[in-house]
Nanobody, 125 residues
Framework: VQLQASGGGLVQARGSLRLSCAVSGLTNFNRYSLGWFRQAPGEEREFLGHIWQSGRLRYYADSVKGRVTISRDNAKNTVTLQMNSLKPEDTAIYYC??????????????????WGQGTLVTVSS
């Protein structure tokens, strides 16, 4: 199983970013919830949000709610993260993840079944 995140780079504060994650080798992709995490330098990993199998249910962490939208395309086996109104404190490595859930649970994840390799986002002031 591979989760390949892309779209990171240098972004100006108050700008937007769109990260994509291509998933391969995951049988029954549409039965997995997909999520995003980030880890800033010297900080612990932070959960950002996840999206349910069908894409109709989403959960976002309070820290990013209102600035983040997670979407998925089950036909293309991809998940995206759109973040607006960027701040320098959004600088981090962003990771996509997949987790097998049999029931929708609107809450943060402590762990995931599969992880991507991360993509670095740097927000300049």
């Amino acid at each position: 199983v591979q989760l390949q995140a892309s779209g990171g780079g240098l972004v100006q504060a108050r700008g937007s970013l769109r990260l994509s994650c291509a998933v391969s080798g995951l049988t029954n992709f549409n039965r997995y919830s997909l999520g995003w995490f980030r880890q800033a330098p010297g900080e612990e990993r932070e959960f950002l949000g996840h999206i349910w199998q069908s894409g109709r249910l989403r959960y976002y962490a309070d820290s990013v709610k209102g600035r983040v939208t997670i979407s998925r395309d089950n036909a293309k086996n991809t998940v995206t993260l759109q973040m607006n109104s960027l701040k320098p404190e959004d600088t981090a490595i962003y990771y996509c993840a997949a987790k097998y859930l049999t029931l929708w649970r609107p809450g943060p994840w402590a762990e995931a079944s599969y992880w991507g390799q991360g993509t670095l986002v740097t927000v300049s002031s």
